[in-house]
């Protein structure tokens, strides 16, 4: 099940990229970090492109984490707002929705919709590689708090 949603996710992504044109407006970076639940660290992929002229960035994206009784893996469709953007750091502020696939060695899985509240700190903007801070709360059945640093190119 996890497979196929990825393999959905990915395919989704080709097809919302019609030339390499708009792949050229596309930042894709990694990530990693911790979820509070048991302090279980986390690795993840992203894409990030802006919306238009504005501020606005949609940020899809997700991330694996391998628990003491399974694995979880996210898949979220995270928009979010950039503030002070002229100096060397900038701030954003956003959210989205998710999808939670969670694959338990005993039980089988669940997946549940999910909802995403993010805030972050970005490095060095308009460089070639630009690292990040991220915190989120995903909000579903089972509440997670989230840490993350990241790279983006």
């Known amino acids: 099940m996890r497979r196929l949603l990825l393999c959905s996710f ?9 030339s390499a044109a708009a792949l050229a407006e596309w930042d894709f970076g990694a990530r990693g970090g911790v979820y ?11 894409g ?18 391998a628990v003491d009784d399974g694995d979880l893996v996210t898949v979220n469709g995270d928009f979010h707002y950039d503030f002070a953007t002229n100096g060397p750091t ?6 989205g929705p998710a999808l939670i696939v969670r694959d338990q060695d005993v039980g089988g ?5 999910g909802l995403n509240l993010l ?10 590689v630009t690292p990040y801070l991220q915190g989120k709360l995903l ?9 993350a640093f990241g790279v983006r190119f």
């Open 119 to 128: 805030s972050g700190v970005g490095f060095n903007k308009g460089g070639s």
């Open 90 to 95: 900038y701030v954003w502020a956003g959210g």
């Open 139 to 147: 909000v579903s059945d089972e509440n997670e708090g989230v840490l």
């Open 48 to 65: 990030l492109t802006q919306m238009g002229a504005s501020q606005w960035f949609f940020n899809p994206n997700s991330e694996f984490v």
């Open 10 to 18: 990915a395919a989704a992504g080709l097809l919302l990229l019609p």
């Open 109 to 113: 899985s669940e997946t549940d919709p």
């Open 36 to 46: 509070s639940e048991e302090s279980d660290a986390f690795a993840g992929i992203e």
